[in-house]
DNA sequence: TATTGTTATACTCTATAACTATA
DNA sequence: TATAGTTATAGAGTATAACAATA
């Protein structure tokens, strides 16, 4: 059975809730006086490495914010850039010894706080919640990468490729 | 079993990426010239109305902000104050007709995006999917609203906890 | 011409502090 | 004294536009 419009109205709605309720603590916890979207970056930063433009793509983030975020924790020594022996506009992103020690700091305390918080929780309902998200997650970024014509969530390209014809 | 730590690392990496995607949405959508936060301010009236103090805690949001969020709604007609009766510090919130009516053209927008993004999926899924992140959403705030000395959370009220003693 | 990355500027959303009015 | 709400100011995070260097 296809979703029923009430269950979409109802996931938005819960979705949102979630975000409000994640602010207070991304608030509280300037984990180690590092903003909540560095830390994003030091993450990917650490997973994949690599190109600026790759990792602002996966951090849906478009590049000049990315730029600058790089430009803080490279003057902090959490990250190192390098130019890229292939593409000599392009850099090479990895992290120091003091960002992966820093990443790892930071994850630990949220981890800490996490496991805390789900004292309740079996592991198996965290693995599920998990992969909910990560499913809708996922689905939402196919959406947003389809051909926007495909897609009402774009009006002005909708309305450029009507115009085309 | 309780939740594995590596559980609790997937699921907070789950939710920062839901955030990431979500804001491609938020940022394109912005629904009839109608700022996302505002658009929640206007469900909350629309769903509970009366105080302020009572909105802005459902909102997860300091008072100021609702203030200027109200005022904004306000002058766009959108929001209506009236005087409390019997508290005269207080307002009383509700939506006008005209609120009404923008809050139903936001909501069916929304839904009909997320509807088309979920057309594989079954109506099961989007289900558990809302109560996956309806309990997570529950079990943070409770958290949050905890005692703060019985979470690791805020560092300077346990500080300031053991210091009293 | 297109792409990688940077700088400059502006916008959204939120918080803290200081205040007024009422309880 | 404490609470409801406002105003002023600041900060985090992001986007768009204009640019430089390289492909």
């Known amino acids: 059975m296809p979703v029923e419009s ?3 109205r109802d996931l938005i709605h819960s ?5 409000r309720v994640l602010r207070c603590l991304v608030q509280e916890r300037r984990s180690g006086d590092l903003g909540a979207a560095e830390a994003g970056v030091l ?15 996966k951090l849906n983030v478009t590049a000049p914010v990315l730029s600058r975020q790089i430009n803080e924790l490279q003057e902090r020594g959490l990250v190192a850039r390098r130019p890229d022996p292939e593409d000599r506009r392009a850099q090479l992103l990895e992290l120091t010894e003091s960002g992966r020690a820093k ?14 918080m789900l004292a309740g929780w079996e592991q ?27 897609l009402a969530t774009d009006h002005e390209q909708k309305e450029n490729a009507l115009a085309a014809r």
């Open 6 to 8: 009430q269950t979409a």
């Open 15 to 19: 979705v949102f809730d979630l975000q």
């Open 43 to 57: 993450r990917v930063i650490g997973e994949f490495g690599g190109r600026a433009v790759d990792l602002a793509e």
């Open 103 to 116: 990443l790892a700091e930071v994850e630990d305390a949220r981890i800490a706080v996490l496991l805390e």
């Open 124 to 150: 198996s309902d965290a693995a599920s919640c998990t992969d909910s998200i990560r499913r809708l997650t996922d689905t939402i970024r196919q959406a947003a990468h389809k051909p926007a014509v495909a």
